[in-house]
Structures are given as structure tokens and as C-alpha cells.
């Protein structure tokens, strides 16, 4: 079906003078040299036609546009209740104390002896163990133990 695009007579194409007024909507008295007259539908079927096609259009614009508008109202409720989320999240993540307990971690596991320092610690244990011992054998505790080594 070819579309058909309304058109509109010009003042030279017409033999009577012509006089700009508002549009009137059907159904309302025009002041024609005057007298009131009711005011004539259009009555070509084709301009009925284009005009209804024209109108179910733009009923259907205004319907997309509402449903856009409220998938858009929706969304941007979506996105702030999101963005609140996130705020929350952050505010009770307090990354300088994770930071300042990782550091105090490092620095006692820094601390620690490493393999080194233990088998040193345990060979200068075992040599003093083996003279005490040897000591006591020999000399005996007073009051506790008597002289066992000649």
C-alpha cells in the first residue's frame, strides 16, 4: 500500500480569499462572512483515511514513549540502589586497618628466627646441657646432691 502524504492547497490555487484562524476541532460553529455555519468534516475518504493513519501513529509514539520512559525510571532506580550497595560495601571495608594488620603480620612473621638462628640456639643449648651436667657430676649440688665423680 504506497503511503500518502497529505497536501495542502495554497492561497493562489484557491478563489476566494482566505483568512488565518486556529483549527477548528469537528463539530464547532466558523464565522464565515458572518453567519455561523457548522463546519464541514473533511469529506474525502482518503484525507479520513490519512488522518486516522496519521493519529494511530502517533498514539503508537506516545505509547513506546511511555514504555521507554518507564524502562528508563527503572533502570535508573536500579542503577542507585546499586550505587548505594557499593557505598555501603566500601564504607565498611576499612582498607587502612586491613593494610596496617597486614604490616604488624609482616613485621612478627619478619621477626621470627629463620633455620639459622634455631640450629645455632640448639647446638649452644646441647654444649651447655652436656658441661652443667658434667658440673654437677662432678662437684654435686650443696645441701641437694653429693658429689657423684670422683
Known amino acids: 500500500m ?6 495542502v492547497a495554497s492561497p ?21 462572512g ?3 455555519t457548522e463546519s464541514a468534516p473533511v469529506t474525502e475518504p ?11 501513529k502517533a498514539a503508537r509514539i506516545e505509547e513506546k514513549f511511555a514504555r521507554y ?12 540502589r546499586s550505587a548505594h550497595k557499593v557505598d555501603a560495601a566500601a564504607g565498611t571495608m ?10 604488624a603480620l609482616r613485621d612478627r612473621v619478619d621477626a621470627t628466627p629463620r633455620a639459622a638462628t634455631l640450629f645455632t640456639t640448639a647446638i649452644v643449648t646441647a654444649v651447655l ?3 652443667l651436667t658434667i658440673l654437677v657430676l ?13
Open 94 to 103: 576499612d582498607f587502612a586497618a586491613i593494610r596496617g594488620e597486614i604490616a
Open 129 to 131: 646441657t652436656v658441661v
Open 46 to 56: 482518503r484525507q479520513l483515511d490519512q488522518l486516522s493513519r496519521i493519529e494511530e
Open 2 to 7: 504506497a503511503k500518502i502524504e497529505p497536501t
Open 12 to 32: 493562489a490555487e484557491t478563489s476566494m480569499p482566505t483568512t488565518v484562524t486556529p483549527a477548528p476541532s469537528y463539530g464547532t460553529p466558523v464565522i464565515v
Open 34 to 36: 458572518g453567519s455561523a
Open 69 to 80: 520512559e518507564a524502562v528508563l525510571t527503572r533502570a535508573e532506580a536500579s542503577l542507585e
Open 138 to 150: 662432678r662437684f654435686g649440688v650443696p645441701g641437694l646432691m653429693p658429689r657423684l665423680l670422683p
